[in-house]
């Protein structure tokens, strides 16, 4: 993908001193937030959590973050312009970017700009990366854990946060469909829910 893993292996170690900012990154890795830190020239020093955000159309390459989208490259480079004078400069420390894509739905970026902690620590800003075409997984040992249901009822209850019918779930799980409509009345009980909507919104807050 446009020599995009060898230059993610070449980031794992960011250009920052550790006490300042390893342990956010470390932080960002553990709950596999995506994330991508820029210096105030716009390198990318380091990549955190969930790869495959990344693709022809978004991609990092030599230190680069290569936006395919004419619109959306302005967009960011109007932030890197912004980064380079922050904090001298006009408009939010926190805004929100739309990265489009050619056939997938868009990346949505939030871009916390950050102020020099130190001389060595030159960390412009952090870009936290939602991809609206992934689809949320809930962990089934939460599910369990949280709201006490059995290990068949946390997994259909995973299975509807991504969207599936009960029909659907009931050839995954191979049940009948008799069983996979009988499931969600426990688990609205367990849940204190009264419809597959507001389920799944509760739900999803509970994604990985």
């Not at 980031?11 to 105030?40: F, G, H, T, Y």
């Not at 990092?60 to 290569?66: A, I, P, T, Y």
């Not at 004419?70 to 990265?99: C, F, H, K, T, W």
């Not at 290990?151 to 191979?174: F, K, Y």
Request: charged share 20%; net charge positive.
């Amino acid at each position: 993908m446009l020599d995009l893993l060898p230059g993610i292996a070449q980031l794992s170690q960011p250009a920052m001193p550790p006490q300042e900012c390893s342990s956010i990154v470390k932080a960002l890795d553990l709950i596999n937030c995506s994330a991508i830190w820029l210096d105030r020239d716009g390198l990318v020093l380091t990549v955190t959590g969930r790869r495959k955000v990344f693709d022809s159309d978004f991609f990092v390459q030599r230190q680069r973050l290569f936006v395919s989208d004419y619109q959306s490259r302005m967009r960011l480079e109007e932030l890197i312009n912004r980064v380079r004078r922050y904090p001298a400069s006009d408009g939010p420390a926190v805004s929100q970017l739309v990265i489009n894509r050619s056939g997938r739905r868009p990346i949505v970026m939030k871009a916390i700009l950050l102020e020099r902690v130190t001389s060595a620590c030159d960390a412009g800003v952090l870009l936290l990366l939602t991809d609206l075409d992934e689809v949320p997984a809930v962990p089934q040992t939460s599910l369990m854990a949280i709201f006490d249901l059995t290990p068949v009822q946390a997994q259909l209850a995973s299975l509807l946060v991504t969207g599936q019918s009960l029909d659907e779930i009931a050839r995954e799980m191979n049940i009948s469909k008799g069983t996979a409509r009988n499931h969600p009345k426990a688990v609205f009980l367990r849940t204190a829910t009264g419809r597959q909507g507001e389920l799944v919104s509760l739900l999803s807050r509970l994604r990985q």
